[in-house]
C-alpha cells in the first residue's frame, strides 16, 4: 500500500459510468420485470453498493475508506440498447474514491448480466470509466 499517513483530510467524491448493450427486447423484459431472476435493475443497484463498500477487500492494495456516501443509478437507454449505470462515491480522508465508484459501476453491470443472462447470452459490458474526481492533492478532474 501507498503510505498516505502524512495526507490532509480532505473531501473526495468519484463519479464512473458504464454501459450494457443488450437487444432490445432483453431491455424490455428488465423494464417490465418479467426476467425470471427478479427485479433486476433493484437488485444490481443494491450489488454495486455493497461492491462498492468492500472494494477494498477486492483490488489489492486498495485503502480501505469509510464512505460517507455511495449511490448506484441505472438508467435505460433505448439508443443503445441497454442500460448505463453511475456511481458516485464521497468520502472524508487522505486519499481518493475512484476505485470504490469504478467497482460499484462494473458490479452492477455484472449483476445485470447475471440476472438477465438467460434472456440474452451477448449482452456487452462496455465504456467503464471514471467521469469526475474531486479533493486531495490534484483538486478537481473532469473527463472531457
Known amino acids: 500500500m501507498v503510505d498516505v499517513s502524512g495526507k490532509p483530510d480532505t473531501q ?5 459510468t458504464g454501459t450494457i448493450q443488450m437487444q432490445a427486447a432483453t431491455l424490455r423484459a428488465i423494464l417490465e420485470n418479467t426476467v425470471k431472476k427478479g427485479d433486476v435493475i433493484s437488485v444490481a443497484r443494491v450489488a454495486g453498493i455493497l461492491a462498492g463498500k468492500r ?11 469509510p464512505l ?7 438508467r435505460p437507454d433505448s439508443t443503445v440498447p441497454g442500460l448505463r449505470a453511475e456511481a458516485v462515491a464521497k468520502t ?12 460499484a459501476v462494473a458490479v452492477t453491470l455484472i449483476t445485470v448480466y447475471d440476472m438477465a443472462k438467460a434472456v440474452d447470452k451477448g449482452m456487452v459490458i462496455s465504456d467503464i470509466r471514471l467521469e469526475e ?3 486531495g492533492r490534484s483538486g478537481h478532474w473532469v473527463r472531457d
Open 55 to 65: 472494494t477494498a477487500e477486492l483490488i489489492p492494495l486498495c485503502h480501505p475508506l
Open 133 to 135: 474526481k474531486r479533493g
Open 68 to 74: 460517507t456516501d455511495l449511490q448506484v443509478t441505472l
Open 12 to 16: 473526495r467524491l468519484a463519479r464512473a
Open 92 to 103: 472524508v480522508g487522505k486519499t481518493g474514491v475512484e476505485m470504490e465508484a469504478l467497482t
